[in-house]
């Protein structure tokens, strides 16, 4: 497994998910984080532990600036079978990862998690951005019969040889990247998985690139595309998606 984390200056972030990953993922896996500026103030961040987690390596970010192009980067010097995406300032993925793994290994090509059902909570962060994820969500996963109940979540995992025919575009907006890849998942196909997290965001501070203007002007781009694509596909029929809850036992 490749475990990939776009980063800009998350400095003390990253330094803390670094060492809870160490900690508490077992499964063979390789670390990837992936910055666009030799400047970034998690270089040192990196070359600092790479002794004692020997799984850690850097990528320098030379195919253009931005999260999109830092998953391209990343996906192209992963060598695990499967992705996994999600940013240096949310603790809930390192809890999600054994259960996400149990649903690709159980046949799902494209597993997202989810802060909106199935116990899924979400914390800490923008109060505004909350607020407009909440209800972005909840309209997009009715308008457009998704399968997927948190489509704008940061957290995915999919089969590194699906990666291709996802093809995100170079959007201007950093994370809606996961809003496309998760309409695309849906658009193609793909076997989907979900597993309920609490999402803490910026547990250890840090400042956030959201904001209300751009981001909302992107994100309603996706969803009205999204929604008439997914509408004229299914013509109002939700496709199954495996759901992993984290209260029950894995599933076999």
């Not at 475990?3 to 077992?26: F, Q, W």
């Not at 992963?78 to 940013?87: K, S």
């Not at 997009?140 to 995100?168: C, N």
Request: hydrophobic letters at 45%; proline letters at 6%.
């Amino acid at each position: 497994m490749s475990v990939l984390i776009p980063v800009r200056n998350e400095g003390i972030n990253l330094a803390i998910m670094l060492k809870m990953l160490k900690a508490m993922v077992e499964v063979p896996h390789e670390v990837l984080v992936v910055y666009d500026d030799a400047a970034d103030d998690d270089v040192p961040v990196i070359a600092a532990l790479r002794e004692s987690y020997p799984h850690l390596r850097g990528v320098h970010n030379r195919l253009g600036r931005g999260v999109v192009r830092a998953i391209e980067a990343g996906v192209a010097e992963a060598h695990g079978e499967y992705v996994l995406i999600f940013a240096a300032d949310e603790v809930g993925p390192v809890l999600a990862i054994d259960h996400m793994l149990s649903l690709v290994k159980d046949g799902c090509d494209f597993v997202s998690c989810t802060r909106y059902a199935h116990g899924g909570r979400r914390l800490g962060g923008s109060w505004i951005g909350g607020i407009l994820s909440r209800v972005a969500n909840a309209l997009f996963y009715v308008v457009s019969s998704s399968a997927l109940t948190d489509v704008t979540t940061g957290i995915k995992m999919f089969r590194r040889a699906v990666f291709d025919q996802l093809k995100p575009q170079a959007n201007p907006v950093g994370w809606a990247v996961a809003f496309e890849l998760g309409i695309k998942a849906q658009l193609l196909g793909l076997k989907l998985g979900e597993v309920p997290i609490i999402s803490i965001d910026r547990l250890y501070g840090g400042k956030s690139s959201f904001r209300p203007g751009p981001w909302c002007v992107e994100y309603l781009r996706w969803f009205f595309w999204g929604a008439i694509q997914l509408r004229r596909l299914r013509g109002g029929k939700r496709p199954p998606v495996r759901i992993c809850d984290p209260r029950r036992s894995l599933p076999r």
